[in-house]
C-alpha cells in the first residue's frame, strides 16, 4: 500500500502547501513562509521512508474484479490514519478526513519522475474571476446561464505532459502560378505563367507539449497552451502540496504520433509562407526528418472548472501559469436563429438595392 507524504509546519504542526500568490510553501493555519531550499531535505527523507506493513482479513461479501483492482490504490494519510481510495494515477490530493495536503512518492519515483515543474502561479480565486469574466459579452449565451449555472467543483491539478524537442529538417516543392491580365481594342489577353518552387532548410522545436493524461481532453489541454517553460524549475514534490496531480498513463511512445503532427503541421505552414509573390501556391511534395529528437517529462499547472445547468455540465480550464481561459459554452438558440434572420434580411437588401441601382443607370 503507498505510503502519503505530508508536509508538516514546524511552527504550528499545521499541513503547508505551496502558496501560488507569494511562491512560496506556506502554512495557512500559522501564514509561515518557508524558502523551498529549506526543505529540500523533504525529497531525501521521503526515500527513506518505509512501507506500511498491514494485514487485513478480508471481511465476507463481494471481492474486486481483477478490473477493478487494476484501476485503483488503496492509501493512508499519515496524519489520522484515514484510507483513501484514488486512481491508480493520483500523484497528490487532500485528506477527505483532515483535509491535509498529501503526495504518494511513490506516484513519482523511478521512471515516473518528473524532470520538470512549472508552479502554479494562478489561485482559486482567480479561476473563479475568469469563468466569470468568460461569460461576460458572450453574443449568444443564454441570459439565465450566468445566473443559474454553479460552480459543481473546482481544483488545481498538476497535469502530466510529455515535451518533446527536435530539429526538423524538410524538403517541399510547390507548383505556383503568375497570371497577367490584359486587353486592347478587339480582345482580353490572359497569360499564366507556372513555377517549380524548392524549398529546403531546419526548424528547431522546442518543449512541443502533449498531455500524458487519458482523463484530460487533448483538445482542452492544447487550448490553454502555450506554457512559458522559462519559468520550470527540476522537480520537488514539495509544489504538489495542497494540489492534486496526477502520473502519465499515456507514454512517451504513444505520445510521438500526436507530437509528429504538430511538428508537421507547423513545418509545412512555416515553409509555405515563404513562397511568396504568385497568384497561387500548390504543395506537391513535402518531407520532413527529425533529428536530436528527444522526450522528457513535466507536469503543468491546470485549473479545472466543473459547471451545471439544465441538467448538463460544462467544463472549463485555465492556464495555472499565465491565465489563459478556455471552455465550451450552451448557446441561446433562438437568439442565433434572430441574428441570422437579421442578417439574411440585410444582405438580400443590400443586393435588391445594388440591383435597382443597375436599371437606374
Same mark, same amino acid.
Given at each position: 500500500?503507498?505510503?502519503? #507524504?505530508?508536509?508538516? @509546519?514546524?511552527? $504550528? %504542526? +499545521?499541513? *503547508? ?9 506556506? &502554512? !495557512? ?43 485503483? #490504490?488503496?492509501?493512508? @494519510?499519515?496524519? $489520522? %490514519? +484515514?484510507? *483513501? ?9 487532500? &485528506? !477527505? ?265
Amino acid at each position: 500500500m503507498p505510503a502519503l #507524504q505530508e508536509y508538516k @509546519c514546524p511552527c $504550528c %504542526g +499545521g499541513s *503547508i502547501e505551496w502558496n501560488s500568490t507569494v511562491q512560496q510553501l506556506k &502554512c !495557512p493555519f500559522c501564514d509561515t513562509e518557508f524558502d523551498l531550499e529549506t526543505l529540500k531535505g523533504y525529497d531525501e527523507d521521503i526515500k527513506q521512508d518505509g512501507q506500511d506493513d498491514m494485514t487485513w482479513n478480508p471481511e465476507p461479501g463481494d471481492t474486486w474484479s481483477d478490473d477493478e483492482a487494476s484501476q485503483v #490504490q488503496l492509501f493512508v @494519510c499519515k496524519s $489520522c %490514519g +484515514g484510507e *483513501i481510495i484514488g486512481d491508480k494515477n493520483m500523484g497528490a490530493t487532500s &485528506c !477527505p478526513y483532515c483535509n491535509n495536503a498529501v503526495v504518494v512518492p511513490s506516484q513519482f519515483s523511478g521512471d515516473l519522475r518528473p524532470d520538470f515543474v512549472i508552479p502554479f502561479k494562478k489561485n482559486k480565486e482567480e479561476a473563479k474571476a475568469a469563468l466569470k469574466n468568460h461569460l461576460r459579452r458572450k453574443r449568444f449565451l443564454p441570459k439565465v446561464f450566468t445566473d443559474e449555472n454553479h460552480i459543481d467543483e473546482i481544483k488545481g491539478i498538476y497535469v502530466p505532459f510529455w515535451l518533446f524537442d527536435a530539429k526538423a529538417e524538410a524538403h517541399a516543392r510547390y507548383k505556383a502560378s503568375n497570371v497577367r491580365v490584359w486587353s486592347d481594342r478587339d480582345y482580353q489577353y490572359t497569360e499564366t505563367t507556372f513555377y517549380s518552387v524548392s524549398r529546403a532548410g531546419y526548424l528547431d522545436f522546442d518543449h512541443v507539449a502533449i498531455d500524458g493524461s487519458s482523463k484530460m481532453a487533448d483538445d482542452l489541454m492544447e487550448s490553454i497552451e502555450p506554457f512559458d517553460f522559462s519559468e520550470a524549475v527540476d522537480f520537488r514534490t514539495a509544489y504538489l502540496a495542497g494540489f492534486l496531480a496526477d502520473r502519465y498513463d499515456v507514454t512517451a511512445e504513444q505520445s510521438i504520433e500526436r507530437a509528429n503532427s504538430r511538428i508537421r503541421k507547423t513545418t509545412e505552414e512555416e515553409f509555405e509562407k515563404t513562397v511568396q509573390g504568385y497568384s497561387s501556391v500548390v504543395p506537391e511534395s513535402e518531407s520532413v526528418r527529425l533529428k536530436e529528437a528527444r522526450a522528457s517529462y513535466a507536469l503543468y499547472p491546470v485549473w479545472l472548472l466543473n459547471t451545471s445547468w439544465q441538467g448538463e455540465q460544462y467544463t472549463f480550464a485555465m492556464n495555472g501559469q499565465t491565465g489563459k481561459f478556455v471552455g465550451d459554452l450552451p448557446v441561446d438558440q433562438g437568439a442565433y436563429t434572430r441574428s441570422f434572420v437579421i442578417t439574411a434580411l440585410g444582405v438580400a437588401a443590400a443586393v435588391m438595392g445594388a440591383l435597382t441601382l443597375i436599371n437606374i443607370m
